[in-house]
């Protein structure tokens, strides 16, 4: 029974009887006791409250459950929540801090437009992902209009040309990532196409332009050789869609936590997720918008900058800077070549 409907019943009650009205008006008011205690941040002991109350402590259990129901049904209609759980150092009952748990329609908005552009979904897969995201976090009187903010471009929506569906592998995975195990896969490389099989050890996800990666390292000496940096302390990169078949191994592997891989700096460094070794580049950049260059390039450093021309220097990882350096014409001019 919620706070709501004790309220109800109590009236109820009330008019059918004194006595009946009496024993609902106990109830209705040990429960706004208990409540308003919680939200003072007061502990809540059940026999203490059973004493104070002259009611034995079963009672005050069913007004604990009545209070948690009322505070799950605030926050499926408000998007807050306090949590009420049980201490058990105190050994008593308290209210967790406020916090969001649900999305606001405007932030619903902005995640389905970025799912659209990434394109990294079959059509079938992002509809039903962008329906599901909708009818979760957004009250229904709002659906049909957020549905319809989207409707034009889910209609165009181009899918990827591999056609894959590859969800379930992603997640196997980032569980053989979470665990430290070993994975052994069949893949398909880009230059050539041919199927070659590997055993890896995977430390990382990550998606860009358009395609998810798994970052892994490859102990077989024999395949590395022919790798342009044998000795990296950087991952191979792989396109997930392009694992063919994968199973996740039992066996472990260990990495020391100074040497872990941490995908954050190394996703600032890599442009189009193409491998290669590390190193620095300077160029001039005469284009109208040096933060689209700063944001490309999270390392960029500005030099200097005269007459709306910046030199700028940046730490990057692969071959993928010459591709993006060549892609922007005349407004960038290389100064010191990737070293």
């Not at 000496?221 to 063919?244: H, L, M, Q």
């Not at 580049?281 to 005269?306: C, H, M, N, Q, W």
């Amino acid at each position: 029974m919620s706070l709501r409907l004790c309220i109800i019943n109590t009236r109820m009650d009330a008019e059918g009887g004194t006595g009946v009205a009496n024993e609902s008006k106990g109830k209705i008011n040990r429960v706004l006791g208990i409540y308003t205690k919680l939200i003072n941040g007061c502990l809540v002991r059940k026999e203490e409250e059973a004493a104070d109350y002259g009611v034995n402590e079963r009672s005050i259990q069913r007004d604990i459950e009545d209070i948690r129901r009322f505070l799950e049904d605030s926050a499926a209609g408000s998007g807050y929540a306090d949590s009420l759980v049980y201490d058990w150092k105190r050994k008593g009952y308290r209210l967790e801090q406020i916090y969001n748990v649900k999305l606001s329609d405007s932030e619903v908005l902005a995640v389905c437009k970025i799912l659209l552009d990434s394109r990294a979904f079959t059509k079938k897969e992002m509809t039903g992902i962008l329906h599901k995201i909708i009818s979760c976090c957004v009250p229904e009187d709002n659906q049909k209009e957020l549905r319809e903010l989207i409707a034009n471009e889910e209609f165009h929506y181009v899918e990827p040309r591999h056609k894959t569906v590859f969800i379930d592998t992603m997640w196997k995975i980032g569980q053989a990532v979470r665990h430290s195990r070993y994975i052994e896969m069949e893949y398909v490389r880009s230059k050539d196409k041919s199927r070659v099989k590997r055993k890896v050890q995977p430390v990382a996800i990550m998606f860009s332009e358009y395609y998810f990666y798994m970052a892994a390292f490859i102990e077989d000496e024999a395949v590395r050789k022919d790798f342009d940096v044998i000795n990296d302390s950087f991952p191979t990169i792989y396109r997930i869609d392009r694992i063919k078949k994968l199973r996740v191994l039992e066996e472990r592997f260990h990495i020391p936590y100074t040497d872990r891989f941490e995908e954050g700096e190394f996703r600032k460094r890599i442009q189009f997720m193409l491998g290669g070794k590390m190193q620095k580049v300077k160029f001039v950049y005469s284009g109208i918008d040096i933060d689209a260059i700063l944001d490309r390039l999270p390392t960029a450093k500005i030099l200097s900058e005269e007459d709306g021309k910046y030199v700028v220097e940046a730490e990057v990882f692969g071959k993928g800077i010459d591709m993006w350096m060549r892609s922007q014409g005349d407004l960038v001019e290389i100064i010191r070549e990737a070293e």
